[in-house]
C-alpha cells in the first residue's frame, strides 16, 4: 500500500516546520527532509524515523520495525503526530545529527547536443 499524499499533509502540519521540511515521492512512499537532510520515511502511512541517537535519546519506547522489506529497523513515530512539539523537536534533533547531503553532480545528458 502507498503512502497517501494526505499523510504527508498532516505530518507536515503536526511537524510545523513550514518551508524547512520537504518531502519526495520515490516508490510510492516519501522520505521527508529537514533542511535537505533526510530525517524520516514515510511508508504505507506509517512515520519511520531515521534511527540515531535523538531517537534513542527523546523516544526510547518507539516500535520499531522495518520500513520497507529488507530495510533495517526503524523507529515508527505515528503515535508522536498528536504532540506537534515533541515530533518537531525529534525531526530537528534527528536533522542535527544527519551529514550534509553531498552536491549533486551535473547531469551530462543535458550537454551532448552543443
Known amino acids: 500500500m502507498a503512502t ?43 512515520l519511520f524515523v531515521k534511527p540515531s541517537a535523538a531517537a534513542a535519546t527523546l523516544a526510547p519506547g518507539l516500535p520499531q520495525r522495518p520500513p520497507y522489506p529488507g530495510a533495517k529497523d526503524y523507529p515508527v513515530a505515528d503515535e508522536w503526530l498528536d504532540d506537534s512539539d515533541a515530533i518537531r523537536r525529534l525531526f530537528l534533533e534527528t536533522a542535527a545529527l544527519m551529514p550534509v547531503p553531498k552536491p549533486r553532480k551535473p547531469s551530462a545528458s543535458g550537454k551532448r547536443g552543443k
Open 4 to 46: 497517501d499524499s494526505d499523510y504527508i499533509d498532516y505530518v507536515s502540519e503536526q511537524v510545523a516546520l513550514g518551508d524547512r521540511l520537504t518531502h519526495k515521492k520515490m516508490f510510492g512512499e516519501y522520505a521527508l527532509y529537514v533542511d535537505g537532510k533526510v530525517v524520516a520515511f514515510a511508508c504505507d502511512n506509517s
